[in-house]
């Protein structure tokens, strides 16, 4: 880092142009002048130098991420230097086709149904565990009881989270009784005895059916 040898404060509704005067006879070193573009007052004169070399740039100061915010809220680095490596220099942010294939062909033949059928994959055991807890066919009855109960505790003095039923079309209606009703009579859900109770409404999906919607941000 390198810190400025002198500050000029601006206001924030001031624009500034940099406009050319003569050319200048030294290369390295060129004469500018600093223009309002709001009220084209000229704010004086500066001088650019020449870009410094490689070598005067690795001179500079290291500062800690600490020390480099105070000074770029403060406003006095003339210039901040980063270092990168020629890998990241010469890399192409640009996605290679070839390489994205490969990488598709490899997450596909990670898919669940591969996973199942191969025992030396890591995640086998976890999908043999866990085969009831999602699937296209669910089993008639609660999952296996895992020892964990899911419970809303209240702080003291806390009221209950009732909310009134929106009013909703008659096709949504039987649609969530219809739903419930299967999932009561299969066993996978039981008459709820809490004393919350949440708006529950239906929504499109992009195939044309309906998505069962608990408004429990009500």
Not at 21 to 39: F, H, I, M
Not at 55 to 68: G, K, P, Q, T, V
Not at 126 to 142: A, I
């Amino acid at each position: 880092m390198r810190r400025r040898a002198s500050v000029t404060s601006r206001t924030s509704d001031e624009v500034s142009n940099v406009t050319s005067s003569e050319a200048p006879r030294d290369c390295s070193k060129q004469l500018y002048t600093l223009v309002n573009g709001v009220t084209g007052e000229v704010d004086g004169d500066i001088s650019l130098d020449s870009l410094p070399t490689v070598n005067a740039l690795l001179e500079l100061d290291e500062m800690s991420i600490a020390d480099l915010g105070e000074a770029l809220k403060a406003g006095d680095l003339a210039e901040v230097v980063v270092i990168r490596s020629e890998e990241e220099l010469d890399s192409s942010p640009v996605v290679d086709e070839a390489i994205l294939e490969d990488t598709k062909k490899a997450v596909s033949g990670r898919s669940r149904l591969a996973i199942l059928k191969d025992p030396s994959d890591p995640f086998y055991p976890v999908l043999q565990e866990y085969t009831d807890v999602v699937s296209k066919n669910p089993p008639m009855g609660l999952p296996p009881d895992r020892g964990v109960r899911h419970e809303v505790d209240l702080v003291p003095g806390t009221k209950y989270c009732v909310t009134r039923q929106w009013s909703l079309p008659k096709e949504q209606c039987d649609l969530i009784d219809a739903f419930f009703r299967a999932k009561h009579e299969a066993g996978l859900v039981r008459e709820s005895k809490s004393p919350h109770s949440t708006p529950t409404f239906c929504v499109r999906k992009p195939n044309g059916k309906w998505r069962i919607v608990h408004a429990l941000n009500s």
